[in-house]
């Protein structure tokens, strides 16, 4: 028989291991504190990510909202100085001598009807093949004039270009770098004037800018073209007879390249040897007999076909690389393509390794292809100034409309609602580009067209039997000498850009409605 004392020491280690086994977690304890624990944490992260999404959302609304204010600030800028004014485009078919107040008198508003104003609708049904072009110049808008606020450009020094005399750009001012009063070269030159083209290309809105030269009033600089100052007064870019071979081009660098040096509006004047003259203020004068390149007339503008006898259409179209028999819009050649080394244009023919060269104004022309993802002219890509001509990214339209005064509402110019704008109104079908004619132009007196027709697209005149207030019933008769019609310019447009911010992809909508009225009449 065993002592109690040893069953009462068995008792108290059953105990102590009982109790033992009751201070840990059972299985379904840990399985229910596991999932609690991942709950807990799937919140935290699901909150987090709402937070970051939110942070993010708002930083692309943040950033889409400073991309607009920059845009329209732009924009707005460029409208405001337009130094065509008052938007009564010009009727140069007139079979009679118009009295003062008739606005086919080409004296009518003659000083707010400066330069050019051109908007290409191409296709009303796309929203991304629009196209506007025009003229701006600070002395155009009141608000501008006694500022210092002008446009700006890259220009090359060629005072070390010069066959005698000193060769800093103080001694030879007749030149591009020399128009903003520096006398240290510095790459860059500014002008009171300038040709200012927006389009979108694939996803990329761009600002096309050139200037129109304004040289210094310096001793000695006789002529708007640039020649040297030393005793053979040398010009660094226009040949004639006697200078076959100028300062400046392919036969003295062969790799000079105008538009990669130059920001500057200029057409190839090929009535003997081939070269580039520049445009000057005057060339912004559309009444004025002795100016013989007005912008007015669209030939002489950026981005037309300089070569055609009469009008030259505007080459806003490439055929695609994928399939050549369908046209892509381009809008303009932009900075990354004029910059290639092999462009040329307009001081020489392109190089006859783009396409078989020649003028790339021309759609007969180089055999260009514009790549359909990038919307890239295969054969100009990775100029050296790729995107400096870029506003805005990721856009996915930019649409313009005008206000039709016989609609009474916002266009598209030759879309099916127009009224004065509609496609059966328009007085000149041959004006436009190679694909489209749907276009609005403010002309010139001596303007033509590829088809001969020396009239307007859209004359802007209304039966004067029709009060202002009621939609007004187009006139296109420029030949009745009486009644004498109404002048009804376009008063508005309506500029309605979509673009994504790449970071949220957050979209916005920016409309800007910007009435065209007069500013040196406010």
């Known amino acids: 028989m065993k002592p109690k004392t040893s069953n009462r020491n068995q008792n108290r280690q059953s105990d102590r291991s009982s109790a033992a086994f009751h201070t840990g977690f059972t299985l379904i304890e840990m399985i229910v504190s596991v999932a609690l624990v991942l709950l807990m944490m799937l919140m935290f992260t699901e909150i987090f ?79 991304t093949d629009d196209f506007l072009q025009f003229t701006v110049s600070r002395f155009a808008n009141p608000d501008q004039r006694g500022t210092e606020d002008f446009y700006y450009g890259r220009a090359t020094d060629l005072s070390d270009r010069t066959l005698d005399g000193g060769t800093l750009l103080r001694n030879h001012p007749n030149q591009p770098e020399a128009d903003d009063g520096r006398i240290v070269a510095d790459g860059a030159s500014q002008s009171s004037a300038a040709e200012v083209c927006y389009f979108l290309r694939g996803s990329n809105l761009y600002r096309r800018i050139m200037l129109i030269r304004e040289p210094l009033s310096l001793s000695g600089t006789q002529n708007t073209q640039p020649i040297s100052s030393d005793s053979s007064d040398s010009p660094f870019f226009q040949r004639s007879a006697s200078t076959p071979n100028p300062l400046y081009g392919e036969s003295v660098t062969t790799d000079d390249n105008f538009w990669r040096d130059f920001d500057f509006s200029a057409y190839i004047d ?149 009224v004065r704008f509609a496609t059966g109104a328009k007085q000149n079908v041959d004006h436009g580009n190679n694909v489209w004619k749907n276009v609005f132009d403010t002309w010139h007196i001596n303007a033509e067209s590829a088809g001969g027709d020396g009239d307007p697209p859209y004359p802007m005149l209304s039966d004067p039997a029709v009060l202002e207030y009621l939609p007004q019933t187009p006139v296109y008769d420029v030949a009745t000498q009486s009644p004498v019609p109404r002048a009804s310019p376009l008063s508005a447009i309506r500029i309605l850009i979509r673009y994504e911010d790449p970071t949220s992809g957050q979209v916005r909508q920016m409309t800007l409605i910007h009435p065209l009225r007069n500013k040196s009449d406010e």
């Open 270 to 418: 090929n009535s003997g040897f081939i070269y580039a003259r520049f445009h000057d203020l005057n060339d912004l004068n559309n009444n004025d007999t002795t100016v013989l390149f007005p912008l007015g007339i669209p030939k002489y503008r950026f981005g037309f076909n300089h070569d055609d006898t009469l009008g030259g259409l505007s080459r806003e179209f490439v055929p695609n690389a994928a399939d050549s028999n369908l046209q892509l819009f381009m809008g303009r050649f932009t900075h990354e393509e004029t910059s290639h080394r092999h462009f040329n244009y307009p001081h020489n023919s392109m190089h006859s390794s783009i396409g078989g060269g020649g003028n790339p104004m021309d759609p007969a022309g180089p055999s260009l292809l514009l790549n359909p993802e990038d919307r890239v002219v295969d054969l100009l890509r990775n100029g050296p100034r790729r995107s400096e001509d870029l506003v805005l990214s990721n856009v996915r339209s930019f649409d313009i409309k005008v206000f039709d005064d016989g609609a009474q509402d916002f266009v598209d110019i030759g879309g099916s609602t127009a």
């Open 49 to 127: 990510q709402i937070l970051s999404g939110s942070m993010t959302t708002q930083r692309g609304i943040s950033e889409n909202d400073q991309r607009e204010r920059l845009l329209v600030t732009v924009l707005q800028a460029d409208l405001d100085n337009r130094s065509f004014q008052y938007l009564l485009p010009f009727a140069n078919n007139v079979s009679f001598t118009p009295t003062p107040d008739d606005p086919r008198n080409p004296a009518y508003h003659e000083e707010d009807r400066r330069g050019y104003f051109y908007i290409s609708e191409n296709d009303p049904n796309d929203d």
